[in-house]
């Protein structure tokens, strides 16, 4: 379970327990002073036991509170699927963006569809939490790991983030929004605004980083995350494809035209695809004429450009012969 959410649920009980014991201090045959003495060494050992564990594999709690909860016993299913699937979709964008920075790769995420290592950022419901109403979510543990996951890394990351973004002020708000992945920064509105419009709150508790926020704090971050926009346009250009990896998603093309420019940006998955499996049409079109359809994606805040996204989505050849390339 995740540690500090664990440390909570144990520090609750040995408030209890205490309380307990200071009551049982008047009873004259110490029965259940003993056992309230002995639940309190037990809570000790357990708390002494999991603040000095370390797991290797992803581990997070998300409690809710508000309208979609009812005492801490139901929510609404409508409400939980969407909070737990916006979640696991910004955790998948954070350790793609992640891996890339790891790779020293600065091209962004593909703006849709799947994301590279989408397989390796799976959670699952592991448990329920008691006394609250939300639910531990976990990586399959599917062999021993010394070091932490990326996953795990990932998902306490993720937890940062979202801290750093409610308590920033403006200008450091700009900042981590601009240095973040646009894919990042729309999976960051998505889940707010499911929060924000079931008028719910949350507290986010992993292994090292803990985050609560209030019905209000959600509120002030969707609303700031609101004024960023991600605008879409799509291009059909004319030139010689220089180069293509279908592994990294990656493309560079050099423009028709003697002072025709180079760009470089993204590869639609299926183009990629298309591209590793069919030699022939690899022949076709490497370093000879083609028209590419790319979708260029605008992230702005406050109507200022902050990061510009190619995407390359469609690429044939053309029968004409280009020239000064």
Known sequence: MATLHSLKVLEADRYYVERQLADAQQDPWGTALMMWQNRLAEITRQIDELAASSSSYASVALIF???????????????????????????????AEQERQAAGDHAALPRRGRLPGRRSSSLYIRDIVRGSMGFVLEERAEQAELLPTKLKEAVESTTALLGRLNSAEEDEFQRIVLEAEPRVVQAIQKFTKVLFEAGASTRIAGDQNELTMGIADVDRLSKRLNEVEVSEDVETVDGVLQGLLPEKLEFEFKIAGEDGPTI????????????????????????KPGRARVKVVRTSKNGVLTKEQRIMETLEPISSTLTAY
């Open 264 to 287: 470089r940006g993204d590869v639609a998955e299926d183009l990629a695809t298309k591209y590793t499996l069919d030699p022939a049409f690899v022949e076709r079109l490497l370093h």
């Open 65 to 95: 509170e508000g309208n979609p909860v009812i005492s801490s016993t139901d929510i609404r299913v409508d409400f939980t699927t969407d909070a737990l699937t916006t979640f696991q979709k910004l955790v998948a964008a954070r350790l």
